[in-house]
Every structure is written in C-alpha cells, then in structure tokens.
T-cell receptor, first 114, second 111 residues
Framework: EAEVAQSPRYKITEKSQAVAFWCDPI?????LYWYRQILGQGPELLVQ????????DSQLPKDRFSAERLKGVDSTLKIQPAELGDSAMYLC????????????FGSGTRLTVV | GEDVEQSLFLSVREGDSSVINCTYT??????LYWYKQEPGAGLQLLTY?????DMKQDQRLTVLLNKKDKHLSLRIADTQTGDSAIYFC???????????FGGGTRLMVKP
C-alpha cells in the first residue's frame, strides 16, 4: 500500500538551532499538507501546497518557519531558529486533489527542542 | 471559521460498544471524517461520511450525522483492546481543500 514517507522519525535539537523535516507524498498526489500536532491536541495546518505552489500558509510562523516543494513532489519544512515551544509532532499528508475523501498521513517527525 | 469539539476521554470495557461524539461549526462541510491515532504514529483514516447522509456503517464502525445539530458520532461495536487510541473528528473547509481537526478523544479499552 502506498505511503507518505517522512524523515527523520525523531529529532532532538537545541533551541536557536536550525532543523529540517522531509516529506515524500504518495506518487501522483498533487496536494501536500504540513500539520503541527502539539501533545494532547489535534493537528493544526501549517501550510498547504498544490503541486509546487503554496495554497495556504496563513498559519505558518513565517519569521522562523519556511516550506518548499520545488518540483511539486517532495517537500521540506524548516525551522530556524528553533524555540522550546516548537516541540511537537510534525505531520505531512497528501491527497490526489483537495480534502474530499480525506488525506493520507505520514508517521510524522517528533521534534524535541531542549 | 471552522471549529470542531470533542470530549477528551472515554473508557469502556472490552466487548462493549463505544460512542465517540463530535460537534462542528461549518454547516457547509461536504465531508466529515474520523481518524485514529495510535501512540507515536500518524493519523489513519477510519471512515468518512458525505454531508447528505445520516448514517454510514462499515463493519464494526457506525457513523451517525445530525446535520441540524452539527453533531457527528462514531460507534465502535464489540470494542477490542486494539481499539485503544485517540480518535479525531475532522471537517472540510468551505473550499473543500483542507481539514480542520478536533482535539481528539482518547479511548481506553479495559480488558
């Protein structure tokens, strides 16, 4: 069964350092999402791509977060500098087109900032 | 904007039925979803219901939708210990291109 791949699985970083996460969506899925899930809460959208274009990044803290999907396939989410409050699970999801019929999520990257 | 609310916790005995409830605000949502998250894992789509339906059944899962009250529920029949997880309700936004999730309900199944 096709999967959304994410790496690394776990990341521990010191505050003020830079950190990056990678996501490879299911082949052919044009829409890619990055969500952040703080412990004990539901996922919250950070950024949505349609192919290589950003559709919605209104909730992305742009002073420290950036996301790109240069060739419309895999994507990178970067945080620089990391802050203690960034500790969370970062989930990537993809869909063929939009949200109807739901997304497929990856296993996530658990970030701990110390 | 969209807002999805769920109760935090539910505990049941193995073999009993579980009912997880959710309320949402966006009456224009086309689809509503239930996802399951096991510890340390991503979210797994369990089932979804189209907004013009009242009920959908899929093996042990039954989804009920009360569109008037904006209330969605997930019933799990014959709950097993493997059903212990966090269950998230989600709705689509107006444009149908993204999901908004509730805070999740932690289901604990006691043997």
């Amino acid at each position: 069964e096709a999967e959304v791949a994410q790496s690394p699985r776990y990341k521990i970083t010191e505050k003020s350092q830079a950190v990056a996460f990678w996501c490879d969506p299911i082949s052919g899925h044009a829409t890619l999402y990055w969500y952040r899930q703080i412990l004990g809460q539901g996922p919250e959208l950070l950024v949505q791509f349609q192919d290589e274009s950003v559709v919605d990044d209104s909730q992305l803290p742009k002073d420290r977060f950036s996301a790109e999907r240069l060739k419309g396939v895999d994507s990178t989410l970067k945080i620089q500098p990391a802050e203690l409050g960034d500790s969370a699970m970062y989930l990537c999801a993809s869909s063929l087109a939009g949200a109807n019929y739901g997304y497929t999520f990856g296993s996530g990257t658990r970030l701990t900032v110390v | 904007g969209e807002d999805v609310e769920q109760s935090l916790f539910l505990s049941v005995r193995e073999g009993d039925s579980s009912v997880i409830n959710c309320t949402y605000t966006d009456s224009s949502s086309t689809y509503l979803y239930w996802y399951k998250q096991e510890p340390g894992a991503g979210l797994q789509l369990l089932t979804y219901i189209f907004s013009n339906m009242d009920m959908k059944q899929d093996q042990r899962l039954t989804v009920l939708l009360n569109k008037k009250d904006k209330h969605l529920s997930l019933r799990i029949a014959d709950t097993q210990t493997g059903d212990s997880a966090i269950y998230f309700c989600a709705e689509t936004n107006n444009a149908g291109n993204m999901l908004t999730f509730g805070g999740g309900t932690r289901l604990m199944v006691k043997p």
